[in-house]
C-alpha cells in the first residue's frame, strides 16, 4: 500500500476556494488510481473525483464544473482544487489510491481503493 497524507483543508466563505493536496509515499505513485472521497456528519462517505494513471478523470454530478482533479507524478501528488464552494461541501475529505496496471482504468467506488489518508476537514460558511 502506498501512504497518503492529506493537506489544505480550512473554513472558507460560500463562493471561496480552495486547493487539497495528497502527498504519497512509499510505492511508485505512478502506477496508482487515485480518488477524492468525502464524508458530513451523519452521511455516508460519498465519491468526489477520480483520476487514472493516464489523467483521465471523473466527477460527481454535484462538483462538476467546480472541482478539477489534478495529479503530479514528479511531486507523488494529487490535488483537488475547488472553487465556488457551497455550505453543502462541508465534510472531511479523504485521498485515496489502488495499485493498478491498466493505464485508462478510474476507480468511483470507495471499496476499489485499497489506500486511504487520515482526511481534511474542509468547511463553507454561509
Known amino acids: 500500500q502506498v501512504q497518503l497524507v492529506e493537506s489544505g483543508g480550512g473554513v472558507v466563505q460560500a463562493g471561496g476556494s480552495l486547493r487539497l493536496s495528497c502527498a504519497a509515499s512509499?510505492?511508485?505513485?505512478?502506477?496508482?488510481?487515485m480518488g477524492w472521497f468525502r464524508q458530513a456528519p451523519g452521511k455516508e462517505r460519498e465519491f468526489v473525483a477520480a483520476?487514472?494513471?493516464?489523467?483521465?478523470?471523473t466527477y460527481t454530478d454535484s462538483v462538476k464544473g467546480r472541482f478539477t482533479i489534478s495529479r503530479d507524478n514528479a511531486k507523488n501528488t494529487v490535488y483537488l482544487q475547488m472553487n465556488s464552494l457551497k455550505p453543502e461541501d462541508t465534510a472531511v475529505y479523504y485521498c485515496?489510491?489502488?495499485?493498478?496496471?491498466?493505464?485508462?482504468?478510474?476507480?468511483?467506488?470507495?471499496?476499489?481503493?485499497?489506500?486511504w489518508g487520515q482526511g481534511t476537514q474542509v468547511t463553507v460558511s454561509s
Open positions: 512509499g510505492r511508485t505513485f505512478s502506477n496508482y488510481a
Open positions: 483520476i487514472s494513471r493516464s489523467g483521465g478523470r
Open positions: 485515496a489510491g489502488d495499485y493498478v496496471s491498466d493505464m485508462v482504468v478510474i476507480y468511483i467506488r470507495a471499496a476499489q481503493y485499497d489506500s
